[in-house]
T-cell receptor, first 110, second 113 residues
Framework: GDSVTQMEGPVTLSEEAFLTINCTYT??????LFWYVQYPGEGLQLLLK?????DKGSNKGFEATYRKETTSFHLEKGSVQVSDSAVYFC?????????FGKGTRLHILP | NAGVTQTPKFQVLKTGQSMTLQCAQD?????MYWYRQDPGMGLRLIYY???????DKGEVPNGYNVSRLNKREFSLRLESAAPSQTSVYFC????????????FGPGTRLTVL
């Protein structure tokens, strides 16, 4: 069946550091790809998405590119802030069925 | 717009008790979903409803029932709670196309003793 593997956390970085959170998936066909973010005590909210190969999703300085060849959707940000501390979920969506990764907890130190 | 609302925010039950988690959305979405989130497990789909009057099982439906009361409301019922159902429950709604995001409520933290 469909599955997703993302980087285990927690990831701890200093403010202004470069961030990469790896995500790879296995799925039949070509799912739409999402990153969701969960801030402490809240529900999930969409961070960015890409719906077809080579699309780049971006939001709040975060970016991810839909790589069909490597079935990957790695999340990157050039300069993280303390306010980016949260849990990040990679989430392929095929036929409206989301497979959530286990989440990567990110801590940013001032 | 309130988005997706859930009640209650917190609940403690004893084993064998029953309860219903309520969810409502005001975005006129066709599809609604119930997930549970457990440490280290990500979110897992319990049930979903693609439209008013229809419901389908997700990955982990055992021990739960759902009702799509109308287009706005989708409730989750635990008939006889078990400690294994201790979790955080999230309701979500969306257009149901697969290419659009799902919108999540703030969650219900349930503890079963």
């Amino acid at each position: 069946g469909d599955s997703v593997t993302q980087m285990e956390g927690p990831v701890t970085l200093s403010e202004e550091a470069f961030l990469t959170i790896n995500c790879t998936y296995t799925a039949t066909g070509y799912p739409s790809l999402f990153w969701y973010v969960q801030y402490p005590g809240e529900g999930l909210q969409l961070l960015l998405k890409a719906t077809k190969a080579d699309d780049k999703g971006s939001n709040k300085g975060f970016e991810a590119t839909y790589r069909k060849e490597t079935t990957s959707f790695h999340l990157e940000k050039g300069s993280v802030q303390v306010s980016d501390s949260a849990v990040y979920f990679c989430a392929p969506n095929r036929d409206d069925k989301i497979i959530f990764g286990k989440g990567t907890r990110l801590h940013i130190l001032p | 717009n309130a988005g997706v609302t859930q009640t209650p925010k917190f609940q403690v039950l004893k084993t064998g008790q029953s309860m219903t988690l309520q969810c409502a959305q005001d975005m006129n979405h066709n599809s609604m979903y119930w997930y549970r989130q457990d440490p280290g497990m990500g979110l897992r789909l319990i049930y979903y409803s693609a439209s008013e009057g229809t419901t389908d099982k997700g990955e982990v439906p055992n021990g739960y029932n759902v009702s799509r009361l109308n287009k706005r409301e989708f409730s989750l019922r635990l008939e006889s709670a078990a400690p294994s159902q201790t979790s955080v429950y999230f309701c979500a709604s969306g257009l149901g196309t697969g290419k659009n995001e799902q919108f999540f409520g703030p969650g219900t933290r349930l503890t079963v003793l």
